[in-house]
């Protein structure tokens, strides 16, 4: 069984402040993993993969092994950062897994 | 491309009546997944379909529930005898291919039972 879990259902930062979200997955296989992001209003949308290695909007997130996790960091939050963010597995099957998400608010 | 469309956005049942959810997926998409998100959840997969075909059902409830994604057409989720507990967002997500980051959301359809 795959599952993703992000322990922090509420985040607030202040703007500048460097901010970490968590998540950590389990799966036995080798998984893609992703963060999904839900701005006030908007659809949901991909932030960024873990094959691609690239940074969108500072954002980036490293795939540790070793410990199951997918953490998404930036170095300086900005308020439009606030929102919603997914974590996300995809397995064997084409399906996600997504965890409960984390709201995420950055104060002036 | 207008992107992913759904509706109706909001949907209120009384319980007993039947639910269809509609979903138009993106220009030149042929694969449309469903999720359900529960509140204080994350969306949970419930069916994986390609134009006609059931490709993985392996997330909808056993009973109430189907889907349809016709050669014409929008795809339907239907709940026959709603209860309350299926009161939930519904997002419907379409991809050109199978790869699962490809998905591009609609903006849910939120039921409530009543």
């Known amino acids: 069984a795959q599952r993703v879990t992000q322990p922090e259902k509420l985040l607030s930062v202040f703007k500048g402040a460097p901010v970490e979200l968590k998540c950590n997955y389990s799966y036995s296989g080798s998984p893609e993993l992703f963060w999904y992001v839900q701005y006030s209003r908007q659809r949901l949308q991909l932030l960024l993969r873990h094959i691609s290695r690239e940074s969108i909007k500072g954002f980036t997130a490293d795939l540790n092994k070793g410990e199951t996790s997918f953490h998404l960091k930036k170095p300086f939050a900005q308020e439009e950062d606030s929102a919603m963010y997914y974590c996300a597995l995809s397995g064997s099957a084409r399906q996600l897994t997504f965890g409960s998400g984390t709201q995420l608010t950055v104060l002036p | 491309n207008a992107g992913v469309m759904q509706n109706p956005r909001h949907l209120v049942r009384r319980r007993g009546q039947e639910a269809r959810l509609r979903c138009s997926p993106m220009?030149?998409?042929?694969?449309v997944y469903w999720y359900r998100q529960l509140p204080e959840e994350g969306l949970k997969f419930m069916v994986y379909?390609?134009?006609?075909?059931?490709?993985?059902e392996s997330g909808m409830p056993k009973e109430r529930f189907s889907a349809e994604f016709p050669k014409e057409g929008p795809s339907i989720l239907r709940i026959q005898q709603v209860v309350r507990g299926d009161s939930a967002a519904y997002f419907c997500?379409?991809?050109?291919?199978?790869?699962?980051?490809?998905?591009?959301f609609g903006p849910g359809t939120r039921l409530t039972v009543t």
């Open positions: 379909l390609q134009k006609e075909n059931i490709i993985d």
């Open positions: 220009k030149g998409h042929s694969h």
């Open positions: 997500a379409s991809s050109p291919g199978g790869r699962p980051y490809e998905q591009y």
